[in-house]
């Protein structure tokens, strides 16, 4: 009997102790615990803020004011982003013009024909207003100027597009050329026509044109002012590189430095190109046809990324403010 009460004794002060450890867990070492995770907790928002707090490290605090500030940006560099795009849009539309300014071209037969014809008026009469013909028995195809022409034996309509732009360049400068009344126009190339870019750019393209011409250096700005004013082309000059021919400095070597003039009256019977020769200079100039393909819309994936981004989400789900 005593035994038993000794049994229910002991165990009474074990539940006691073991409820006492319990209590103490609950009251006291758990309260521990999530204090010290909320210290850790606040020590890094402490030191978050210090970092925010140095303006060292942060120039501009993120308060809401500085939010709404970020977003009239990001409002305004869209717009103008908009307003760009809408700019090089409209200027090199006529560019991707076909004949007759249709926005898409005839059938390939009619097109080839038209294409080969409209070249070879404009160089006859280049020729024709500078007098250059063949001599006997030379090859007319051997007259200058000589104007490449891409091979449209199979002519799609990407082929087709890209021809017509190279017909644009050619008609432009050939006009310049003549309305300036340089006659010295060697050749017109399109050195990149056959050449595939590795990284093609996004947004536009370029279609390269060289020429040749032979000028007064006095009168290569107002050809490449000429150039440039193009109501069609969006032209970019690339390089220019010139050069004087001995066979042509050497004509001049022997004429007079100074030029004197018995009557005052003299002076204008003459040109000034024929009273003060100058050398000509070969002019190598590199052309770049600037041809806009706008900015590719957004992917979906994409398109929803940025979403989410404007309303705070991540992986799917809506951040907590």
Known sequence: ????????????????????????????????????????????????????????????????????????????????????????????????????DAATPSDSATFVSRYQTEIDKLVTAYREKFKIAAAAGQNPDDLVPKVSKMDLAVADETKMAAAMKEFWIIQDVLNACMELDLGGLQSVDF????????????????IIAEIQIDLSFSKKENLLTKILESKRVPFVIDSIVMRKKPEDVAKYQGLELVKVFKQGENPKAKPFEELVPEPNV???????????????????????????????KKDGKKQPK
């Not at 050195?191 to 370029?206: D, F, I, L, Q």
Request: net charge neutral; aromatic share 10%.
């Open 282 to 312: 070969s002019v190598t100039i590199r052309l770049l046809g600037f041809d806009w393909k706008g900015i590719p819309a957004p992917k979906e994936e994409e398109k929803k990324e940025s979403e989410d981004k404007k309303d705070g």
């Open 1 to 100: 009997m005593n035994k038993l009460k000794e049994n229910i004794f002991a165990i009474g002060v074990g539940g006691a102790c073991l409820g006492l450890l319990v209590l103490g867990y609950v009251l006291i070492f758990m309260p521990l615990t999530t204090l010290g995770q909320k210290q850790a907790e606040l020590d890094t928002k402490l030191k978050d803020l210090k970092a925010l707090n140095d303006s060292k490290k942060t120039l501009f605090v993120p308060t809401p004011d500085y939010a709404k500030e970020l977003a009239r940006k990001q409002e305004a560099d869209e717009a103008a982003l908009k307003e760009g795009e809408q700019f090089y849009a409209d200027r090199t539309k006529p560019f991707q013009l076909f004949f007759d």
């Open 191 to 206: 050195p990149g026509r056959s050449a595939v870019e590795k990284n093609p750019h996004p947004y536009y393209a370029t």
